[in-house]
């Protein structure tokens, strides 16, 4: 069957992750230690994005692993300071935009499948301007499923009126993006923007950029 959907998550696939969440740490620590050493300052960011996992984890165990790595509290509201400053940050791939546009100019419905809260994830694509480019959203928070459960992949299909085997899915969790399109039926595409090198076993198409989409529909 033909791909006739390009569906995509949002972290970390077109939004620029890695800049935003570093903007979002620094905020935090600035709010609670403003005259911190440069360097130390550094230190505690770069130990936050490792503890962050991609944001694969809960914010609370950032927040725990913080205060016994350098005994500072983050308190107890950093989820909640998370989920309103993040998306203030959101910033795209540069190529994001472009590839959309591309693919929409040949023929493509183009749609958003991102897990988590319904204001947070919903703020970053209006406010990127996505909003008015896709053809379907789906945010997991205003569902009763997530990735990657097929369902919440199905879900988004039907929602262009396609099934789920006419879509192709781009994500970089290999758990919740690729591994559950697949089961959902969809064509998987991994991709995986990050400098370091992820090793796969699986027959799985793999791309760094999204504007090597357009090599794969034409
Ligand atoms: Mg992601």
């Not at 360097?39 to 913080?66: F, N, S, T």
């Not at 959309?100 to 749609?111: D, M, N, S």
């Not at 039907?158 to 969790?173: I, S, T, W, Y």
């Amino acid at each position: 069957m033909s791909i006739k959907a390009i569906l995509f998550d949002f972290d970390d696939t077109l939004g620029d992750r890695e800049t935003y969440t570093h903007r979002t740490y620094c905020g935090k620590i600035d709010e609670i230690l403003p005259d911190a050493e440069p360097w130390y300052r550094e230190a505690v960011i770069q130990q936050c994005l490792i503890y962050d996992q991609h944001g694969d984890v809960p914010k609370g165990y950032i927040r725990d692993m913080i205060l016994e790595k350098f005994g500072i509290d983050f308190g107890t509201d950093f989820p909640s300071y998370w989920r309103i400053h993040q998306p203030m940050n959101v910033v795209l791939y540069e190529d994001a935009i472009d590839t959309i546009l591309e693919l929409k100019k040949r023929g493509y419905k183009v749609g958003i499948l991102t897990n988590g809260e319904s204001d947070s994830q919903r703020t970053k694509v209006v406010s990127t301007g996505l909003i008015d480019l896709i053809d379907a959203l789906t945010v997991s928070g205003d569902t009763n499923t997530r990735k990657p459960e097929p369902e919440i992949f199905r879900l988004t299909a039907e929602k262009l009126g396609l099934k789920p085997e006419e879509c192709a899915f781009v994500g970089d969790m290999f758990r919740n993006d690729v591994y559950g399109a697949h089961r959902a039926g969809m064509l998987p595409i991994w991709i995986w923007p990050h400098s370091e090198r992820r090793y796969a076993d699986v027959d799985v198409i793999r791309i760094q950029h999204k504007a090597q989409l357009q090599d794969l529909f034409r």
